[in-house]
């Protein structure tokens, strides 16, 4: 969403701002407040779109195919807006402690995890448009879902830029 982007980009400049200064409490406070803001926008957001599903679709399509489609593919949309929002805060992080390299190989391992879903999905197991629908939101699960672990989990790692700020070394 275009919130969690700027939340990220707000992020990103204020731990590179810190990570210069080598204020380590503003880091340490940066990743909390960000984390939890992340997390709420991400849980209102799927609030917001789960209270206002028996209204919107109907606004741009009154098709009963795209209805149904838009109906099947709510949970999906629902469950994934807060690790969406999560991974995006959590890329300012990464951004602003300057891993770019870890940053570009997270993407791409994730994208090429997500996209093995997506084609092994519609390939082979799909029978239906549901279900190709279905292999597309599992794929885009995966996708944020392991951005998000791969950043948290480098947070943790001794190479990472910030991670004195984040652990103590």
């Known amino acids: 969403s275009r919130e969690a982007d700027a939340l990220a980009v707000a992020a990103q400049t204020l731990m590179a701002q810190s990570i210069t200064r080598e204020d380590e409490e503003a880091v340490v406070e940066i990743v909390k407040k960000v984390c939890g803001l992340g997390l709420v926008l ?71 995890s997500a996209t093995s879903v997506m084609a092994l999905g519609v390939n082979f197991f799909a029978e239906s448009d549901y279900d190709v629908l279905t292999s597309i939101w599992v794929g885009n699960t995966v996708l944020m879902s392991m951005r998000l672990l791969a950043i948290s989990y480098r947070m943790q790692q001794k190479g990472a830029p910030f991670r004195k700020y ?4």
């Open 166 to 169: 984040l652990i103590g070394d």
């Open 42 to 112: 991400g849980t209102v957001t799927a609030l917001l779109i789960q209270a206002s599903s028996g209204i919107l679709p109907g606004l741009f399509s009154d098709d009963q195919s795209v209805l149904s489609g838009i109906d099947f593919l709510l949970p999906f949309v629902v469950l994934t807006q807060p690790i969406t929002a999560l991974a995006f805060v959590l890329d300012g992080v990464m951004y602003g402690g300057s891993d770019f390299n870890f940053a570009a190989k997270c993407m791409f391992v994730s994208a090429a």
